[in-house]
């Protein structure tokens, strides 16, 4: 009588509890507005449902809720989706691709966390915006140029960048040692192999899809946990795997 439908089995389960839900960045205005902020930095079919729990935390903590943004700054295209719907349900946030905003206004900031934002948005000339920045960057004072280089290093490896980034440190005298910087050279070495596996995942992809069509999810999946050296080697095998499944079983 009160859904319209003729119930097969009733469900004997306990619904998951998301255990400690932090947020990035949570701000207020003047006027009590909340402001919620997301980074993401790849394409998460579930971000829709971690935003609409985000929402609930914040409303159950200040009996009010946020407006929602998720700021994507991956490599890949973005294809999440910024809605999740239901009978009876609907639930939105907003959703910005830092690749297609004007990062003008950020370069021509006098800060210098704008400036290294700078290089994740549309930029009329990259490279030029780079020399600029780490200039900006050189004249700065000991630990607050420490910082703001480090950011700037972990950046790079999202847009492929580190080789710009490095020839433009070894062309300015007081960054030049950066290799040998305990905390610096370490970040940039993870940065340099980030960018090393992005393109070998990238290239491998494409091969994949020439040789066996579409790749499902599980198998690209499989692949983005590949390191570039793996990634390599599965290039090569590609010449005697006959499937997509064999390919990704082989030792």
């Not at 994740?120 to 000339?125: A, I």
Request: charged share 25%; net charge negative; aromatic share 6%.
């Amino acid at each position: 009588m009160l859904t319209g439908i003729s119930v097969e089995r009733w469900i004997d389960i306990e619904l998951p509890k998301v255990q400690n839900p932090r947020v990035d960045l949570l701000g207020e205005s003047a006027d009590g507005a909340l402001i919620h902020l997301e980074l993401q930095s790849s394409n998460n079919a579930e971000m829709p449902l971690r935003m609409a729990e985000y929402a609930l935390g914040v409303y159950r903590l200040f009996g009010k809720f946020p407006r929602q943004l998720v700021l994507y700054v991956g490599e890949r295209a973005l294809r999440m989706s910024p809605t999740l719907s239901g009978p009876s349900f609907s639930f939105s946030y907003e959703l910005i691709d830092l690749r297609a905003m004007d990062g003008e206004p950020l370069l021509a900031s006098e800060q210098v966390g704008d400036n290294v934002i700078a290089i994740l948005t549309c930029l009329r000339d990259r490279r030029a915006a780079i020399h600029e920045i780490v200039c900006k960057i050189a004249g700065m004072e000991g630990s607050q140029r420490e910082s703001a280089l480090r950011q700037l290093v972990i950046l790079s490896g999202l847009r492929g960048l580190e080789e710009v980034i490095e020839g433009e440190i070894k062309n300015m005298p007081i960054l030049n040692d950066i290799m040998d910087h305990k905390v610096l050279g370490r970040e940039f070495k993870r940065g340099l192999d980030q960018g090393l596996q992005q393109g070998e995942l990238k290239l491998v992809r494409k091969l994949i899809k020439e040789r066996f069509g579409a790749i499902p999810a599980w198998a690209d999946q499989r692949l983005s946990n590949y390191s570039a050296a793996e990634l390599e080697t599965l290039g090569v095998r590609l010449l005697h795997a006959n499937t997509l499944e064999e390919l990704l079983t082989l030792q």
